[in-house]
């Protein structure tokens, strides 16, 4: 199993990034997907989820509004839009499914 996030990188506050994780290993339409996220001296946290045929989506409650969580199931993929960015979304964004986690890419919110 794998899953490789892309997408992050540095923005201005209120800027948008779009992470993206590409699912291999595994029959991805069948599992829900999550995004996970550590920001430095923090605790890991859940972001968002989606269920496998993206009949149901969560967030938590810092990006509602401004995180959308979506998949393309036909490109095992999935993705996070983030608008609106602020200083306090800077982390390592982690994409997760069951047990597996990807490596994680950075988003820094910066002036």
């Known amino acids: 199993v794998q899953l490789v996030e892309s997408g992050g990188g540095l923005v201005q506050p209120g800027g948008s990034l779009r992470l993206s994780c590409a699912a291999s290993g595994f029959t991805f339409s069948r599992y829900p997907m999550n995004w996970y996220r550590q920001g430095p001296g923090k605790e890991r946290e859940s972001v968002a989820g989606?269920?496998?045929?993206?009949?149901?989506?969560n967030y938590a409650d810092s990006v509602k509004g401004r995180f959308t969580i979506s998949r393309d199931n036909a490109k095992n993929t999935v993705y996070l839009q983030m608008n609106s960015l602020k200083f306090e979304d800077t982390a390592v964004y982690y994409c997760?499914?069951?047990?597996?986690w990807g490596q994680g890419t950075q988003v820094t919110v910066s002036s």
């Open positions: 997760q499914s069951q047990t597996y």
């Open positions: 989606i269920g496998s045929a993206g009949a149901w989506t």
